[in-house]
């Protein structure tokens, strides 16, 4: 079946503007997280959903992050007034229920110039 | 919260030969331990993991150690191979999101 995917695969954005990433994930599978990864380093976790709701937002890095999940399935990260330290990777994950295995989508490269 | 310590940060083997990447973990109470294998430009891929219960687990080449006391865990890759080439990374988790550590740099030499 199809993997977890996540649009756009690149943004090139402004300082100062919003962005907003998509991710979809596995059919089915309830746990979605998200996840930032800087250039060279290791993987920074952000929020997580279990269905609909978000019982860890504690990675968020500030207010100007924010995500949803609507119906239980597809997600969005909010980034606001972007600054030139949120260039990253924005990776993606979903899990059949949370502390299973789980499958990252490809990404979103996120530039801020 | 969490935190999880990972080293070397990079490790060159020669081919065929084994390979050893430590973790070490402080929350006591977290009970899954997947470890990650990401090639460069691409996603991350789960290659093994471990729960709490289990004190090793294997496949083929691949082994991962727990030691729930001293709180660390192990990879080992017998019979390296150029493919194995990657960075690979541990994680920790009691629920919810991971918490990973900063990743070890593979590089197989021919």
């Known amino acids: 079946g199809a993997g977890v995917s996540q649009s756009p695969s690149n943004k090139v954005t402004e300082k100062g503007k919003d962005v907003e990433l998509r991710c979809d994930p596995i059919s089915g599978h309830t746990a979605l997280y998200w996840y930032r990864q800087s250039l060279g380093q290791g993987l920074e976790f952000l929020i997580y959903f279990q269905g609909n709701s978000a019982p860890d937002k504690s990675g968020l890095p500030s207010d100007r992050f924010s995500a949803e999940r609507t119906g239980g399935s597809v997600s969005t990260l909010t980034i606001q007034r972007t600054q030139q330290e949120d260039s990253a990777v924005y990776l993606c994950?979903?899990?059949?229920?949370?502390?299973?295995?789980?499958?990252f989508g490809p990404g979103t490269r996120l530039t801020v110039l | 919260g969490e935190n999880v310590e990972q080293h070397p940060s990079t490790l060159s083997v020669q081919e065929g030969d084994s390979a050893v990447i430590k973790c070490t973990y402080s929350?006591?109470?977290?009970?899954?331990f997947p470890w990650y294998k990401q090639e460069l430009g691409k996603r991350p891929q789960l290659i093994i993991d471990?729960?709490?219960?289990?004190g090793e687990k294997k496949d083929q080449r691949i082994a991962v150690t727990l030691n729930k006391t001293a709180k660390h865990f192990s990879l080992h890759i017998t019979e390296t191979q150029p493919e194995d080439s990657a960075v690979y990374f541990c994680a920790a988790i009691l629920f919810g999101g991971l918490t990973f550590g900063k990743g070890t740099h593979l590089i197989i030499q021919p």
């Open positions: 929350d006591s109470a977290s009970n899954y």
């Open positions: 994950a979903s899990s059949h229920t949370t502390n299973n295995e789980q499958f």
């Open positions: 471990i729960r709490s219960n289990v």
